[in-house]
């Protein structure tokens, strides 16, 4: 071998040995990190399971209910709320590893203190009365009266101590609160941080009563004998009073790559000789019935796993350095991704139904529940329902939950009733009539006559409260039952935000969602190993040095920018297809800097070389149109030309209706899906896309490259365009993307037209103005009048050739043209026309030609035939209109038979 030959290897395995040697030692993780990120913004989006859900404690709810972190009592409520609703699985991802504060029993503090109180004071006041009332009588005397002052002071201290026990209740523990409040939802799981090492402050009964109750069940000798999962030096769960009473644990910790961002998770953390799941994998795997883990180096399998469609999968989750999952994140901002759900809908609720109570706690002391002829005592069925949460949440059979989703909606529907009903008017009335009562004494009156005003305006602010709390629990039904939610403080003030391949400010709860959802999609991330890089690369260093010594400068670039480009091109088709991403930057960077040096070499050579690539890269980077341009600068100047051409005007029948009933996200995902698909067409058969108004297309055929067939081009984009409309719409119908159908009209005219760059030095646009592009405008407009789809000008048909299938319609006189012009409908190309339109067809001439020759009851047959055989022929039914018309009241003798076209 030649030394020059030699060179030429030695110094691609030079730069595959170099690149090699920075990849193991990290140099090159941060571009590796990048491109891997660029790769995931080109993958298919990956669906979201519909039972994630994020119930945020966002701005919303922190500006109704306070400042964050709120007691305790509060999300306690929420669950025990979302459990009435049958929520699946409640997930926290807060921290509550500190006992917080004594709470205040609200209800007891407004309900029971005050009866409580009011019923011991009369007991004492009745026996002192009693007591002084027989004194003053003589029943007993004085001496007798000592006996009875004993039991006095008795009585006395016995109802005080009542009302000290009762009022020591007033301060409830909301830790212990919250904990009864997770038993009750029964799927609630708690944070377990994972510690670098052991927090003395912790106590050891936490940390076994954890490691006991929330680690991995089954990890076997064999499991933790091919463990690659990390481990943490301590534990931290939350605290003792609700994390007993949760149905599992797991652990929030985020892994922060080199360049701070997140992009992996630990599933599983070894702890003291016990494995904790993940946040997300901990309730995914009670969700999964428990399926029997396996782990290898590099896969954790879940053996048998039961998913919630009920169908059993074996699922290999592949991992990456330490037994991690690559997360396979929404291609979405937080906001967009997953289903969010504030949680002060939840406290709100809690709120109005503590307001309704009071009020109808109120109507009760007031008598007015006796106006109401109800099933059942309305106060009574909700201090039951109390009752039996009371019992559940205490430890009582979890059975009973039934029972008290029933008792609560039975006292909503009642409530309802009697809110609505007429007990009301009959409150009104009583009153009324008492107030008629001549002989009724003046304070009486003047205790009764307010009520006329005051009765109405307590139902009226109940009713409004009880309907802001049933409209507020038909959202929660909406969005609660069966969720897999994840409960996280998303406001403002919130640290627990990152960074994330797709957004600079990805809230951390939705990391969590992100990893369930990969795991219930199934669609997993992998990093191969990096000796496929290092091989790659010296195979591919090899094979530019065998392509680019042979080659001249010009073919060198080419060859090396093939390679390269095949080499990204390729893996980036293997991670989108396989999700398993194969390093590139080391194979990458060899090829680049190798053709690049090996070129600059035979650049430096002989001047001729340089001059040749030069040129050659002049034609590389020349192409049709912006070729032109580039020879030609002028032409970007403002001015047009007179043209023959096909003007193109379309538009989607009803399709302000659809917009109104889709919100803007799907409105716009619905539209470009259609605009894609018609435009395509167009720009396949050559035609120019002059605008898009809405869901209109306008475009023209014969420029700015002119062909002679630009009619016919434009009749078979018509065509092509209504066949790909019905296909169109059996995905859009079956994906719910859209309420109706679209259906296009379509205008065609071809004549002579003024196109070219029009606007300003600044902004131009090239577009077509003119009478013959109004004209084809005004024929998309006109196919209302027809029932038809799409209408071509005569001078369209002419052009068109006899490829397709036309109907000849009416003679129009359009404004400022003298000569009528006839009309087409454009049917179907030839060799796709059906047998029966093709009769249709036939039957219709026919008619035509009798009701252009005044022969009314012949085309009036005619048209009828031609319904008969095709009942939805639009044509046929309006020309069927104008011969009853025209029976009834023959036009005047000097009719020319033309119709005067003045609306779209």
């Known amino acids: 071998m030649k030394k020059g030959n030699l060179v030429l290897f030695v110094i691609p395995l030079a730069f595959a040995a170099l690149f090699t040697l920075l990849n193991v030692v990290g140099a090159l993780d941060v571009l590796e990190l990048r491109l891997y990120d660029a790769l ?31 007691s305790r009592d509060i999300v306690a409520d929420g669950l025990i709320l979302m459990r009435e609703f049958d929520s699946g699985y409640a997930i926290l991802d807060i921290e509550y590893v500190e006992r917080s504060p004594l709470g205040v029993d609200g209800p007891l503090l407004r309900e029971e203190i005050p009866v409580l109180f009011t019923r011991e004071f009369s007991g004492i006041r009745q026996s002192i009365l009693d007591l002084f009332g027989a004194l003053a009588s003589g029943a007993i005397g004085l001496a007798e009266a000592e006996d009875f002052v004993f039991d006095l002071v008795d009585i006395t201290e016995e109802s005080s101590e009542r009302l000290l026990d009762t009022v020591r209740q007033i301060a409830r523990d909301n830790d212990e609160y919250f904990g009864r409040a997770a038993r009750f939802h029964g799927l609630t799981f708690f944070t377990v941080n994972m510690l670098p090492e052991t927090d003395p402050v912790i106590s050891q009964e936490l940390i076994d009563f954890t490691a006991d109750h929330f680690s991995l069940p089954n990890a076997d000798e064999q499991f933790i004998a091919r463990s690659p999962f990390r481990s943490a030096g301590g534990i931290r769960p939350a605290i003792l009073p609700m994390i007993r009473h949760g149905a599992g644990a797991g652990f929030p910790n985020v892994v922060i790559d080199g360049d701070g961002v997140r992009r992996r998770v630990d599933i599983l953390v070894e702890h003291d000789g016990v494995y904790y799941k993940q946040l997300a994998m901990a309730p995914l795997l009670h969700w999964l019935d428990f399926p029997r883990l396996e782990v290898t180096d590099r896969t954790l399998t879940m053996v048998d796993a039961r998913f919630p469609d009920g169908e059993i999968h074996t699922v290999r989750i592949p991992m990456v350095d330490e037994g991690r999952l690559l997360i396979n994140w929404p291609r979405a901002t937080f906001d967009d991704s997953f289903r969010h759900f504030s949680f002060w809908e939840l406290t709100r609720n809690k709120r109005l139904e503590d307001n309704l109570l009071h009020n109808l706690r109120e109507m009760a002391d007031l008598g007015y529940l006796s106006f109401y002829d109800a099933e059942f005592d ?5 201090d039951f329902a ?7 949440m205490a430890g009582g059979d979890r059975d009973l939950i039934d029972d008290y989703r029933e ?17 009301e008017a009959a409150i009104v009335d009583e009153v009324t009539r008492i107030l008629q009562v001549p002989e009724l004494p003046d304070d009486l009156r003047a205790e009764y006559e307010p009520l006329l005003d005051e009765v109405p305006a307590l139902f009226a602010a109940t009713r409004e ?12 039904a909406r969005e609660i039952p069966g969720s897999f939610a994840f409960i996280g403080y998303t406001g403002t003030g919130t640290t627990d935000i990152g960074v994330n391949p797709f957004e600079s400010q990805y809230m951390n709860v939705g990391t969590h969602a992100s990893v369930a959802n990969t795991i219930l999609q199934r669609q997993f991330l992998r990093l191969l190993p990096s000796w496929y890089s290092v091989v790659s690369a010296f195979l591919f260093a090899l094979l530019v040095t065998f392509f ?7 073919g060198a670039i080419i060859t090396g920018v093939v390679i390269l480009v095949a080499i990204t091109a390729a893996g980036a088709i293997f991670f989108i297809t396989t999700g398993a991403y194969l390093p590139l930057i080391t194979p990458a960077l060899t090829v680049f800097l190798s053709f690049l040096v090996l070129t600059l070499i035979k650049f430096l050579q002989t001047a001729h070389e340089r001059s040749f690539i030069r040129s050659a890269f002049g034609h590389y980077l020349s192409g049709d149109v912006i070729n032109e341009l580039l020879d030609d600068p002028s032409k970007l100047k403002l001015g047009g030309e007179k043209k023959h051409l096909t003007a193109f005007f379309t538009d989607v029948k009803g399709f302000s209706g659809i917009s109104e009933q889709l919100d803007p996200t799907d409105l716009v995902r619905l539209l470009n899906n259609y605009l894609t698909e018609m435009s395509n067409i167009v720009l396949d058969l050559r035609g120019t896309i002059d605008k898009y108004e809405g869901d209109a297309i306008i475009s023209f055929f014969g420029a700015p490259v002119s062909y ?21 719409n059996e995905q859009v119908l079956a994906q719910n993307l859209s309420p109706a159908p679209l259906l296009t009209r379509i205008g065609i005219n071809t004549g002579e037209m003024v196109v070219g760059n029009m606007g300003t030095a600044q902004k131009m646009d090239y577009t077509m103005m003119g009478h013959a592009v109004n004209l084809a405008a005004r024929l998309e407009g006109v196919n209302k009048q027809y029932g038809t789809w799409l209408l071509v000008s005569e001078s369209t048909r002419k052009e068109a050739g006899d490829s397709l299938i036309f109907r000849m319609m009416d003679r129009v006189r359009v404004v400022g043209v003298k000569e009528p012009v006839r009309l087409f409908e454009l049917v179907e190309e030839k060799g796709h026309l059906d047998a029966t339109m093709k009769e249709v067809l036939e039957i219709f001439h026919d008619g035509l030609s009798s009701f252009e020759q005044r022969e009314w009851t012949a085309a009036q ?8 055989a095709r009942p939805e022929d639009g044509p046929a039914q309006v020309y069927l209109k104008r011969c009853a018309e025209f029976i009834k009241k023959t036009p005047p003798a000097d009719w020319d038979g033309a119709f005067n076209l003045t609306t779209k």
């Open 386 to 392: 109390e009752e039996v949460r009371e019992e559940v």
């Open 407 to 423: 008792v609560r909606r039975m006292f909503y529907e009642e409530t309802g009733r009697f809110l609505h009903g007429d007990a």
């Open 861 to 868: 047959k005619r048209f009828k035939e031609a319904l008969k």
């Open 708 to 728: 002679p067939d630009h009619a016919e081009r434009a009749c078979r984009a018509a065509v092509l365009m209504k066949r790909a409309e019905a296909k169109l």
């Open 465 to 476: 409260i009880y309907d802001a709390v049933v409209a507020s629990r038909e959202t929660i």
């Open 548 to 554: 680019v010594r042979r080659l001249e400068p010009l």
């Open 40 to 70: 995931l913004h080109v993958k298919p989006p990956l669906p979201e399971h519909e039972s994630i859900v994020l119930l945020n404690i966002d701005d919303d709810a922190i500006a109704n209910v306070g400042v964050w972190p709120w």
């Open 378 to 382: 309305i106060i009574s069925a909700f």
